[in-house]
């Protein structure tokens, strides 16, 4: 099973894109997806998550009102829709799934060692 992340691209200061990130090769399951993001030249940081029974969400604070992340089950598909985007934005944007043990404390969602499986990136750039 792979992750596969999409929808990234270039877009003017307060624009929006939607990434997605899709499971290839089986179904598998999963008690969290989460989002993190690299920018050039910095370590990877956490994004958005998403606990998988409740649906319970939890955002980095600088994202708060601007992105959502969500899921479709029926096609095993988690969003990032990213409105009001600005230049510091622009990174590589990874999704990751943990796919086994327990749900994960609320405060271990943002750190990238809860999760097991990870998808590629994909590239956002913000321009000003």
């Known amino acids: 099973v792979q992750l596969q992340a999409s929808g990234g691209g270039l877009v003017q200061a307060g624009g929006s894109l939607r990434l997605s990130c899709a499971a290839s090769?089986?179904?598998?399951?999963?008690?969290?997806v989460a989002w993190f993001r690299q920018a050039p030249g910095k370590e990877r940081a956490f994004v958005a998550a998403?606990?998988?029974?409740?649906?319970?969400?939890k955002y980095t604070d600088s994202v708060k009102g601007r992105f959502t992340i969500s899921r479709d089950n029926a096609k095993n598909t988690v969003y990032l829709q990213m409105n009001g985007l600005k230049p510091e934005d622009t990174a590589v944007y990874y999704c990751?799934?943990?796919?086994?043990?327990?749900?994960?404390?609320?405060?271990?969602?943002?750190?990238?060692?809860?999760?097991?499986?990870w998808g590629q990136g994909t590239q956002v750039t913000v321009s000003s």
């Open positions: 090769g089986g179904t598998f399951s999963r008690n969290a």
């Open positions: 998403i606990r998988e029974h409740s649906g319970a969400t």
């Open positions: 990751a799934s943990r796919t086994g043990g327990s749900m994960p404390i609320w405060s271990m969602l943002a750190d990238e060692r809860t999760y097991d499986l």
